[in-house]
């Protein structure tokens, strides 16, 4: 099949996820496209970690609405459509689904669009209700005319057949390349090491995880976030004995997810978190926010906890570093359940059946 991607949030776990489907598509013999748009977060050296094979279209897109620069982009994908005639068309986070649902309908392609929310926007905890409230209309109406709707998580999918009742919705899960991952390691150091990875942001809830870390600090535990973002957040984390390392290549991150004791998930909402998935294959069992995406991936008491309140996320964490034959068995389930259902070729299995039944 001839397959376009459209990516506007082309960072983070959306650039994880894209980039797998792509490469996958095209190791499979598929004619892959990839439209994107940079962000401050896109890797630098991005196109290393795409196949040779996928062949790049970059469109500038942004997250906030701008109707000059959103008409720009929308004439520029239906020019796309027309020139590549693709038999499916696959569209990843909400503006590029908005403007990617425009130009295929424009186009006569409707039937042949599948969206990939990864984050509802009406879930966003840093705007207004009204605000919230404005991206659900939006939702709903760029499900009207076709197309399937994604879901990346089951409560993603719960929420999309209640809030934006499209035609058509199907569930699939995110995935990780199971042999890029690699396993927990034993330091050494007697120390008990818990941490996060991902953008300092608004939605992973830094001064959550600023608080729960200097609850904890006297108990001689370390604390470490893997990734760069906001200035100011990077410094006050660093202040409160966070141990910051920037952003780093992906088998550099990796390699410092594996040295952790405990992941920490302390994200305002979720799709389905990459940085989770690969913490649980790694065998480290999670501690997360009671959120949708997080309670998807973590099993309750036996792969991690999910946790209500911060006082309860101290509790049980303050069990777990106490305990280090519970994170031993916690984390060994936690691999053996992810390793079969987080892998990418159940996942590319199941999307490319997806596209085989809706190729134009």
């Given at each position: 099949?001839?397959?376009?991607?459209?990516?506007?949030?082309?960072g983070?776990?959306n650039?994880?996820?894209?980039?797998?489907?792509?490469?996958?598509?095209?190791?499979r013999?598929?004619?892959?496209h990839?439209?994107?748009?940079?962000?401050?977060e896109?890797?630098a050296?991005?196109?290393?970690?795409?196949?040779?094979?996928?062949?790049l279209?970059?469109?500038?897109?942004?997250?906030?609405?701008?109707?000059?620069?959103?008409?720009r982009?929308?004439?520029?994908?239906?020019?796309?459509?027309?020139v590549?005639?693709?038999?499916?068309?696959?569209?990843?986070?909400?503006?590029?689904?908005?403007?990617?649902?425009?130009?295929a309908?424009?186009?006569?392609?409707?039937?042949?669009v599948l969206?990939?929310?990864?984050?509802?926007?009406?879930?966003?905890?840093?705007?207004?209700?009204?605000?919230?409230?404005?991206?659900?209309?939006?939702?709903?109406?760029?499900?009207?005319?076709?197309?399937?709707?994604?879901?990346?998580?089951?409560?993603?999918?719960?929420?999309?057949?209640?809030s934006?009742?499209?035609?058509?919705?199907?569930?699939?899960?995110?995935?990780?390349?199971?042999?890029?991952?690699?396993?927990?390691?034993?330091r050494?150091?007697?120390?008990?090491r818990?941490?996060?990875?991902g953008?300092?942001?608004f939605?992973?809830?830094?001064?959550?995880?600023?608080?729960?870390?200097?609850?904890?600090?006297?108990r001689?535990?370390?604390?470490?976030?893997?990734?760069?973002?906001?200035?100011?957040d990077?410094?006050?984390?660093?202040?409160?004995?966070?141990?910051?390392?920037?952003?780093l290549?992906?088998?550099?991150?990796?390699?410092?997810?594996?040295?952790?004791?405990?992941?920490?998930?302390?994200?305002?909402?979720?799709?389905?978190?990459?940085?989770?998935?690969?913490?649980?294959?790694?065998?480290?069992?999670?501690v997360?926010?009671?959120v949708?995406?997080?309670?998807?991936?973590?099993?309750?008491?036996?792969?991690?906890?999910?946790?209500?309140?911060?006082?309860?996320?101290?509790?049980?964490?303050?069990?777990?570093?106490?305990?280090a034959g519970?994170r031993?068995?916690m984390?060994?389930?936690?691999r053996?359940?992810?390793?079969?259902?987080?892998?990418?070729?159940r996942?590319?299995?199941?999307?490319?059946s997806?596209?085989?039944?809706?190729?134009?």
């Open positions: 099949m001839r397959v376009l991607q459209v990516c506007e949030s082309f983070g776990g650039f994880s996820s894209v980039t797998q489907i792509c490469n996958g598509l095209a190791r013999g598929h004619e892959v990839l439209a994107y748009s940079r962000r401050p896109t890797p050296d991005f196109s290393s970690a795409l196949d040779a094979a996928v062949i279209h970059e469109i500038r897109m942004t997250r906030a609405i701008s109707p000059w620069i959103d008409l982009a929308l004439m520029a994908l239906i020019a796309l459509l027309r590549l005639d693709p038999q499916v068309i696959h569209l990843h986070s909400s503006k590029a689904g908005f403007l990617g649902r425009a130009a309908l424009v186009s006569g392609r409707i039937r042949s969206y990939s929310p990864r984050g509802l926007s009406f879930l966003q905890q840093d705007v207004s209700p009204r605000r919230r409230k404005f991206f659900r209309w939006l939702e709903w109406l760029a499900a009207r005319p076709g197309g399937t709707v994604v879901a990346c998580s089951k409560g993603e999918l719960d929420q999309i057949r209640r934006i009742r499209p035609k058509d919705a199907l569930l699939i899960e995110n995935a990780v390349d199971v042999g890029m991952v690699r396993r927990k390691v034993d050494g150091d007697g120390r008990v818990i941490g996060t990875a953008r300092i942001s939605p992973r809830n830094p001064g959550h995880f600023m608080r729960v870390a200097q609850k904890l600090a006297h001689g535990v370390e604390f470490v976030w893997i990734g760069g973002g906001d200035g100011a990077a410094m006050e984390l660093a202040r409160c004995g966070v141990q910051v390392t920037g952003w290549t992906r088998a550099d991150a990796l390699e410092r997810l594996s040295q952790l004791d405990i992941y920490l998930q302390t994200s305002l909402w979720e799709g389905m978190p990459m940085a989770v998935i690969e913490a649980q294959v790694a065998g480290i069992p999670a997360v926010t009671d949708l995406g997080n309670r998807d991936v973590v099993i309750n008491a036996e792969t991690g906890f999910i946790c209500g309140t911060i006082q309860e996320m101290v509790d049980r964490l303050a069990a777990l570093v106490a305990d519970a031993e068995r984390g060994a389930r936690a053996e359940l992810a390793l079969g259902r987080f892998s990418v070729d996942m590319l299995e199941e999307l490319i997806a596209y085989a039944l809706r190729a134009a």
